[in-house]
């Protein structure tokens, strides 16, 4: 072991040894790989699961598994993809690592409550993955456990929401941590207009899993009682009402989109200025605009229900108030591509990630204004329409923002540089999978197939069949693009302390950082991204 | 009364295509400026980069022109959509019953069948409702949808402009046979319709 690495966060194991020193570290940084690498560790098998689903699709009737199986496979791909590794995502892997490295601080607010929320995490994601293997038959009702369905089944679904209500609970304590951490953690002189916009948007983010997490955690509960004891609060033989489960669930839901792609939108914040070697465009209008977003995010879950038979005033209403919200994501779409006028730019693979997430994201935003219309949303609701839109904004959005963050903080978190060039080629192959893969589910969803089918009508094979072929294209890209990363942990060139030029905190402190971050307290006098 | 202003499916078609040209737009000058800036700035050709920090009337005008944009698509979704919670008095009212996995359409005569069978151009009204778990009605060709929901009745109306059959799905999961919840709307003409309707005999083919 060198000199340097002796002096890095990897060096002081702390009071354990071996796997413990991991497990049971409070270091920020040791807590963010650990969410790092269970969170990838998840996101691969729910990819596994989506392969699969496409290949049943690949043709109408049966081809690799019966009705059952493809209803539990679905339900897990999204149960997984949303609860394990969307919502945790970048928050709680990249933001636990930078958050406390940017605004100058040793540590989060409460690290043990930190470790503690990475244990939640990993006990709700192994009560969903037990859930498949045990009692009678995995979960089949659909991530969003839709009553009376979810209380008739059979299947293991209360071991599978006990789960969910766990990772409800990691999430939150995440929240409060991060918010607590910006308000009392900051370096001397960091001001709130001084701070990065990625701690922006991780307080914002931090809000909503503070106030919107709960109600989800009331849902599941009233869920798991309703099946366990017949409760009867969403049966209508019972006097209940299944509506109000619906209202109950996207009242955490709608905004727990907001939990996905605000954090994303902070990191892409971070790079572009960076590589365009000049100050940020609106710095307060993308602060702001955050905030706006985190607010008015809450008001707009009836928009799930536009065709549940809720009142026609409540749809008016909601539907008003979605387009509301796209306003101020649009703000933030033209700030980025603003930030590139008159730049000097480098088009490094972080920013060349970054330019896929701003069109892919443009994309899945715009085609949410279909959705949003309530003469339209009756025709898209339910339908492959919806399906394009969220991989759009969540995989197109939120992922890709995260394969671009995590290049870009690769250096700072391993010390180590990744190959150039295989990244890029990792990005062409995943772009154009990326979309030979959902694109024809926007025409599937225009032709009227509707979402969640096992089989389908001979009409819809040949957008269903191109479908599946880019799924395959997808999976060789994220492929590429993981062994290109992974090996570089181990093989990389040294990356030096600041590669990219970097204006922000994180980069004053040496790659890999020490144990607490930083030799002496940073005082900040300016603003971020000043390169000259 | 002109039918043909009244068909909800055309409102429909209006909005998307009003909301996908702005879209298309919007997308195509985005992704064009932005190319533009990368080919135009980058290092090689412009070393050194200016800071500009903001520009107050550029800021402004992006989010007034989106906000009218946008308010002008919900305003059309809307009118829209009023057109579709307004079903017309002479309607024919059909009560739907789903259940898993099948429909059931019931006419004001008593008659019951599980394929919703339909006279050209007379508005039809579906009074929906469930036997066990939330299904949704979906005729792509009539682009309207509505769930059905126990305990509680829904309605959705539709114009059949146009004589021949079309699909009738379930777009709410409702478990194993969710993807075989599928059933046929069947228009005929107005003669044809009255000898189907009065038919007698059960009609149990279905």
């Known amino acids: ?532 | 009364m002109n039918t043909e202003f009244l068909n909800p499916s055309v409102n429909v078609r209006g909005v998307f295509l009003f909301i996908a040209g702005v879209s298309v737009v919007m997308l195509v000058l985005v992704t064009s400026i932005m190319v533009f800036f990368l080919i135009k700035y980058d290092r090689k050709r412009n070393p050194t980069a200016s800071d500009i920090e903001g520009n107050l009337p550029l800021e402004i005008s992006w989010v007034v022109i989106p906000t009218v944009l946008v308010v002008a698509m919900f305003y059309y979704g809307w009118t829209g959509f009023s057109v579709m919670r307004e079903p017309p008095a002479d309607a024919m009212n059909v009560k739907v019953s789903a259940r898993m996995w099948s429909w059931s359409f019931t006419y004001e005569n008593g008659k019951k069948s599980g394929e919703l069978t339909v006279p050209l151009n007379r508005p039809v009204k579906l009074i929906i409702t469930s036997e066990d778990v939330i299904h949704s009605l979906f005729i792509p060709a009539f682009r309207v949808k509505e769930d059905a929901v126990p305990g509680m009745e829904t309605y959705l109306w539709f114009l059949p402009d146009r004589t021949g059959s079309y699909d009738l799905f379930c777009s709410e999961y409702c478990g194993a046979g969710h993807h075989a919840m599928v059933s046929k709307v069947i228009v005929m003409s107005r003669e044809d319709f009255s000898r189907w309707y009065e038919k007698k005999e059960k009609d149990g083919a279905n």
């Open chain 1, 1 to 532: 072991m060198t000199a340097e690495e002796d002096i890095s966060f990897y060096g002081s194991r702390g009071r354990h040894k071996g796997v413990l020193s991991w497990i049971l570290s409070t270091d920020h940084k040791r807590i963010g790989l650990l969410y790092l690498t269970s969170i990838f560790g998840f996101f691969f098998v729910a990819v596994i699961f989506g392969v699969l689903m496409r290949l049943e699709l690949i043709a109408p009737g049966r081809t690799i598994m019966s009705a059952q199986t493809y209803n539990a496979v679905f339900t897990l791909h999204g149960v997984i993809m949303i609860f394990l590794f969307i919502i945790p995502g970048i928050p709680a892997s990249l933001g636990n690592f930078i958050l406390p490295l940017q605004i100058g601080a040793k540590d989060v607010a409460f690290p043990r409550i930190n470790l503690m929320s990475w244990w939640f995490y990993i006990s709700g994601g192994t009560a969903v993955l037990v859930s498949l293997f045990t009692g009678s038959g995995p979960p089949d009702t659909g991530w969003t456990f839709y009553v009376p369905y979810s209380i008739r089944t059979g299947t293991n679904v209360t071991l599978a929401v006990f789960g969910v209500f766990l990772l409800g609970v990691s999430s939150t304590l995440t929240g409060l941590n991060f918010v607590t951490t910006v308000h009392r953690l900051r370096a001397p002189g960091m001001k709130w207009f001084r701070m990065p916009l990625f701690i922006w948007s991780l307080y914002a983010t931090g809000w909503v899993q503070i106030l919107a997490t709960p109600v989800l955690a009331i849902t599941l509960l009233l869920l798991i009682a309703e099946r366990l004891f017949g409760f009867g609060f969403f049966d209508p033989s019972k006097g209940g009402d299944p509506l109000l489960f619906e209202h109950l669930f996207w009242i955490y839901s709608h905004p727990a989109v907001y939990i996905m792609i605000l954090p994303a939108m902070g990191a892409v914040t971070e790079i572009i200025p960076v590589f365009a070697r000049r100050t940020i465009f609106g710095y307060k209008a993308i602060a702001f605009s955050s905030l706006a977003i985190a607010a008015a995010g809450y008001l707009v879950w009836g928009h799930h229900m536009f065709t549940s038979g809720m009142s026609d005033i409540s749809k008016a209403v909601f539907s008003f108030l979605t387009f509301i919200v796209a306003i101020p994501s649009g703000i933030k779409v033209f700030n980025w591509v603003a930030s590139l006028y008159k730049g000097s730019i480098e088009l490094r693979s972080p920013l060349l990630y970054t330019v896929s997430f701003i069109f892919l994201f443009s994309i899945g935003g715009l085609t949410g204004l279909v959705n949003g219309a309530l003469a339209t949303n009756i025709y898209v609701h339910g339908t492959y329409f919806i399906v394009a839109h969220f991989h759009y904004t969540m995989f197109g959005g939120t992922a890709f923002a995260f394969f671009a963050a995590l290049h870009y903080w690769f250096p700072k978190i391993t010390g180590r540089m990744y190959r150039e060039a295989p990244a890029k080629n990792a990005l062409l192959v995943l772009f154009t999978g990326f979309n030979i893969l959902y694109f024809p589910m926007f025409i599937l969803g225009i032709e009227g197939m509707p979402r969640r089918y096992y089989d389908y009508l001979p009409q819809f094979h040949r957008d269903h069949l191109i479908s599946t072929i880019g799924s395959w294209i997808l999976v060789a890209g994220l492929i590429m693009m993981f062994y290109n990363l992974i090996r570089s942990v181990f093989k990389g060139d040294t990356a030096g302390d600041n590669p990219w030029g970097g204006s922000t905190l994180e980069w004053t402190t040496s790659s890999p950082p020490p144990h607490e971050n930083f030799k002496e307290v940073p005082v900040v006098t300016g603003g971020p991204y000043k390169f000259r």
